[in-house]
């Protein structure tokens, strides 16, 4: 089961290596050609598979916390029923704390990757994600209560988290180009996980016959992985060594242009004095991206259900899903902006996303905006903001 291509592949646990059953002779130009492509795609397509749930469960937050289950079509359009004691028409539990769990799980499986993930082969790694990826949705979309949904977001964040480790991990084996894919897939799956999850709804499904609609997601994820890939070629043992040594002479260099030369063979890893300078360099990068990011969140997860116009066609659960699919669509939009051009000072982002905040924040307390659109527009642009201070930040120290 664990073949991509008519070939078996594994991961030997005492060896850390991956064993292929093809024949080791060279493939004709025309066969890796083709093995390219299938392979590109399918990162591609890993990218956007791993990423959909995580981004679904965000705009699915305010569907998730109501749990509103009764038969029956919640996405009618017009104004649906409101809380009247209050103009906000708040759920009970904020949408924070559905972030909160698509992204603590996720965090502690990053952090403790290291100490012995290695150790399990790739293809239960992989199923595992899989159907986690699929419990979520199943659990989502028949849970009656909020701890029972908040646990399927739980199962989203770990399908996440250790599908993102994994399959980083393994393109190690593969050409860098697989890299690009990966990241272009793992973008797609915001706009797209946005734009599915409201247009299904907008179009007359409920919430959760949307989630079940979107049980092909983590079967499409399985299928590429096992008979979309192809078993990697060998690689050099020696080039991530080199690659690393090569990257990281500058970091050094830089701090004394006197020291001595490393040799080869001597150690790989940096002296504490040697990490905290180049700790100190990357502040300056870092710290806006963490503002933005900051900003970005407490304005999504925090004030979007507050932003609440009665004055409109659309009722709550509605312009909640168009607040995320806009924002999405703004972060697609200038992740993608890079080759048109550069933002150097990435703390003027940072400003401007601090300015959204305290803004949106004034209008939750003094209710001054007259529109829902204006709203629209304030929310791809911090869309805008946060994919262009993404980007930048990390080719602004890809350069520097």
């Keep these: 089961m664990g073949g991509s291509a008519g070939s078996l592949r594994r991961l030997s646990d005492s060896e850390g290596e991956l064993i292929s059953q093809e024949s080791e002779e060279p493939r004709p130009p025309q066969d890796r050609r083709g093995a390219h492509w299938k392979n590109v795609v399918g990162f591609w397509i890993l990218g956007l598979c791993n990423n959909f749930s995580y981004v679904v469960m965000l705009s699915a937050a305010h569907d998730i916390l109501s749990h509103q289950k009764e038969s029956g079509n919640q996405s009618?359009?017009?104004?649906?029923?409101?809380n009247k004691s209050s103009r906000f028409d708040c759920n009970p539990v904020s949408t924070a704390a559905v972030l909160l769990a698509d992204i603590l799980p996720t965090l502690v499986i990053k952090l403790l990757a290291p100490f012995g993930l290695h150790l399990l082969p790739y293809s239960p790694r992989v199923l595992c994600s899989g159907f986690c990826a699929a419990g979520s949705f199943i659990l989502i979309a028949f849970s009656r209560s909020v701890p029972v949904s908040l646990c399927g977001v739980v199962l989203a964040s770990i399908s996440s988290g250790l599908g993102e480790v994994t399959f980083l991990a393994l393109t190690a084996f593969y050409p860098r180009a697989v890299i690009s894919w990966w990241s272009s897939g793992t973008g797609g799956a915001?706009?797209?996980?946005?734009?599915?999850?409201?247009?299904?709804?907008?179009?007359?499904?409920?919430?959760q016959h949307t989630l079940l609609s979107m049980l092909g997601i983590p079967v499409l994820l399985l299928a590429s992985y096992f008979f979309l890939l192809t078993s990697p070629e060998p690689q050099d043992p020696g080039g991530e060594e080199e690659a690393e040594r090569a990257a990281r002479q500058p970091l050094i260099s830089g701090e004394d242009p006197e020291a001595p030369e490393r040799k080869p063979d001597s150690s790989s890893g940096l002296s504490l004095h040697e990490k905290w300078t180049v700790f100190k360099g990357l502040q300056y990068y870092i710290l806006p991206l963490i503002l933005v990011y900051f900003a970005e969140y407490f304005i999504n997860q925090g004030l979007f259900e507050l932003l609440f116009f009665r004055n409109t066609s659309l009722n709550h659960a509605q312009q909640y899903r168009w607040y995320q699919m806009l924002y999405q669509a703004g972060v697609f939009a200038s992740r993608s902006s890079l080759r048109c051009f550069h933002i150097r000072f990435t703390w003027t982002l940072a400003l401007l996303q601090c300015f959204n905040l305290v803004f949106l924040l004034l209008h939750v307390w003094l209710n001054f905006l007259p529109s829902i659109y204006l709203v629209f527009l304030i929310i791809l642009y911090e869309g805008l903001?946060?994919?262009?201070?993404?980007?930048?930040?990390?080719?602004?120290?890809?350069?520097?």
């Design 190 to 207: 915001g706009l797209l996980g946005a734009l599915s999850y409201l247009g299904l709804t907008q179009a007359g499904l409920s919430p």
């Design 76 to 82: 009618h359009v017009g104004p649906g029923p409101h």
């Design 385 to 400: 903001l946060g994919g262009a201070a993404y980007v930048n930040t990390f080719h602004n120290v890809a350069l520097e």
